[in-house]
Protein backbone atom coordinates (compact mmCIF):
# COMPACT_ATOMS: atom_id res chain seq x y z
CA UNK A 1 0.00 0.00 0.00
CA UNK A 2 1.62 3.27 -0.90
CA UNK A 3 1.69 6.01 1.64
CA UNK A 4 -0.45 8.77 1.64
CA UNK A 5 0.23 12.51 2.27
CA UNK A 6 -1.67 13.41 5.62
CA UNK A 7 -3.98 10.84 5.58
CA UNK A 8 -7.32 12.13 7.04
CA UNK A 9 -8.47 10.60 10.63
CA UNK A 10 -10.61 7.61 9.36
CA UNK A 11 -12.95 9.12 11.56
CA UNK A 12 -13.83 12.39 9.38
CA UNK A 13 -14.28 10.60 6.73
CA UNK A 14 -17.28 8.96 8.54
CA UNK A 15 -18.47 11.99 9.94
CA UNK A 16 -17.92 14.02 6.77
CA UNK A 17 -18.66 11.67 3.72
CA UNK A 18 -20.60 8.81 5.13
CA UNK A 19 -23.31 10.71 7.62
CA UNK A 20 -24.14 13.33 5.48
CA UNK A 21 -25.28 10.75 2.56
CA UNK A 22 -26.91 8.75 5.42
CA UNK A 23 -28.62 12.01 6.68
CA UNK A 24 -28.06 10.43 10.38
CA UNK A 25 -26.91 12.31 13.44
CA UNK A 26 -24.17 11.53 15.56
CA UNK A 27 -27.11 9.93 18.34
CA UNK A 28 -28.66 8.03 15.55
CA UNK A 29 -25.53 6.52 13.81
CA UNK A 30 -24.75 5.59 17.85
CA UNK A 31 -27.96 3.68 17.56
CA UNK A 32 -27.42 1.73 14.37
CA UNK A 33 -23.84 1.11 16.01
CA UNK A 34 -25.00 0.07 19.12
CA UNK A 35 -21.94 2.52 20.70
CA UNK A 36 -22.69 5.26 22.97
CA UNK A 37 -22.60 8.93 21.53
CA UNK A 38 -19.77 9.66 23.30
CA UNK A 39 -17.75 6.89 21.65
CA UNK A 40 -18.66 7.69 18.18
CA UNK A 41 -18.29 11.25 18.53
CA UNK A 42 -14.70 11.00 19.95
CA UNK A 43 -14.11 8.92 17.15
CA UNK A 44 -15.96 11.24 14.30
CA UNK A 45 -13.11 14.17 15.66
CA UNK A 46 -10.66 11.95 15.49
CA UNK A 47 -9.62 11.50 19.41
CA UNK A 48 -10.48 7.77 19.21
CA UNK A 49 -8.73 5.19 17.11
CA UNK A 50 -10.46 2.55 15.09
CA UNK A 51 -10.40 -0.29 16.62
CA UNK A 52 -10.71 -4.01 15.39
CA UNK A 53 -14.08 -4.18 16.68
CA UNK A 54 -15.30 -0.97 15.67
CA UNK A 55 -13.88 -1.45 12.29
CA UNK A 56 -16.45 -4.99 12.02
CA UNK A 57 -19.22 -2.80 13.76
CA UNK A 58 -18.38 -0.29 10.70
CA UNK A 59 -18.53 -2.86 7.88
CA UNK A 60 -21.89 -4.58 9.31
CA UNK A 61 -23.60 -1.42 9.51
CA UNK A 62 -22.58 -0.21 5.90
CA UNK A 63 -23.41 -3.50 4.56
CA UNK A 64 -27.32 -3.15 6.06
CA UNK A 65 -27.51 0.69 4.89
CA UNK A 66 -28.89 0.44 1.38
CA UNK A 67 -26.65 3.37 0.15
CA UNK A 68 -23.62 1.65 0.47
CA UNK A 69 -24.78 -1.60 0.29
CA UNK A 70 -24.77 -1.45 -3.59
CA UNK A 71 -21.31 -0.26 -3.11
CA UNK A 72 -20.30 -3.29 -1.34
CA UNK A 73 -19.28 -0.71 1.80
CA UNK A 74 -15.99 -0.24 3.26
CA UNK A 75 -14.33 -3.42 4.39
CA UNK A 76 -13.30 -3.55 8.28
CA UNK A 77 -9.74 -4.78 6.52
CA UNK A 78 -9.94 -1.11 4.86
CA UNK A 79 -10.73 1.02 8.14
CA UNK A 80 -8.04 -0.62 10.03
CA UNK A 81 -5.44 0.02 7.21
CA UNK A 82 -7.18 4.05 7.13
CA UNK A 83 -6.34 4.06 10.84
CA UNK A 84 -2.68 2.44 10.16
CA UNK A 85 -2.47 4.68 7.34
CA UNK A 86 -3.32 8.21 9.64
CA UNK A 87 -1.34 6.35 12.58
CA UNK A 88 1.89 6.33 10.46
CA UNK A 89 1.92 9.34 9.28
CA UNK A 90 1.29 10.81 12.41
CA UNK A 91 4.14 8.72 13.98
CA UNK A 92 6.45 9.65 11.09
CA UNK A 93 5.62 13.42 12.12
CA UNK A 94 6.94 13.00 15.44
CA UNK A 95 9.71 11.61 14.60
CA UNK A 96 10.83 14.36 12.67
CA UNK A 97 10.15 16.77 14.36
CA UNK A 98 11.99 15.44 17.70
CA UNK A 99 14.95 14.49 15.16
Do not use: C
Request: proline share 5%.
Amino acid sequence: MAEMFDPPHPGLTIRDEILPVLGLSVTEAAAELNVSRVTLSRLLNGRAAVSAEMALKLEAWLARRGDYKRLGGPSARSWLARQLAYDLWQARQRMKEAA
